[in-house]
């Protein structure tokens, strides 16, 4: 079971500091996205701390089991809050968001049935 936790964990911490990345350095793509969704692009940056914080949240779960599950539960809320801002102005493009919430639940899933379970 460790390895599982250990695998899925380092994968969603990874995809989210990816995002993460790319929301903070400027990057057009969530800028765009961000136009899509009708949101101001001053959230951008916002966006992309949550994500960042996450992310590190998820490792630091390795030392502080909770605040690993608090990561992944908040990486949930996130991700669903990006497809309905999707579904919200009527973009179909949800395999994406798909796949980040997918992980954030796998991350999630496993947390809790390690440390908790």
Same mark, same amino acid.
């Given at each position: 079971? /460790?390895?599982?936790? =250990?695998?899925?964990? @380092? @994968?969603?911490?990874?995809?989210?500091? @990816?995002?993460?990345?790319?929301? !903070?350095?400027?990057?057009?793509?969530? +800028?765009? #996205?961000?136009?899509? +969704?009708?949101?101001?692009?001053?959230?951008?940056?916002? =966006?992309?701390?949550?994500?960042?914080?996450?992310?590190?949240?998820? !490792?630091?779960? /390795?030392?502080?089991?909770?605040?690993?599950?608090?990561?992944?539960?908040?990486?949930?809320?996130?991700?669903?809050?990006? !497809?309905?801002?999707? =579904?919200?102005?009527?973009?179909? #493009?949800?395999?994406?968001?798909?796949? /980040? !919430?997918?992980?954030?639940?796998?991350?999630?899933?496993?947390?809790?049935?390690?440390? /908790?379970?």
């Amino acid at each position: 079971m /460790f390895a599982a936790y =250990l695998t899925v964990t @380092i @994968i969603a911490s990874v995809f989210t500091g @990816i995002a993460a990345v790319t929301y !903070l350095i400027g990057h057009d793509y969530p +800028k765009t #996205q961000a136009d899509m +969704k009708r949101i101001p692009r001053s959230w951008v940056p916002v =966006l992309g701390v949550l994500l960042a914080a996450g992310s590190s949240g998820l !490792l630091a779960g /390795f030392a502080v089991p909770l605040l690993g599950a608090l990561a992944a539960g908040g990486l949930v809320l996130y991700f669903v809050g990006a !497809l309905l801002a999707h =579904l919200r102005v009527g973009s179909r #493009q949800l395999v994406g968001g798909a796949v /980040f !919430l997918v992980t954030a639940v796998a991350a999630l899933a496993v947390n809790l049935s390690y440390h /908790f379970g």
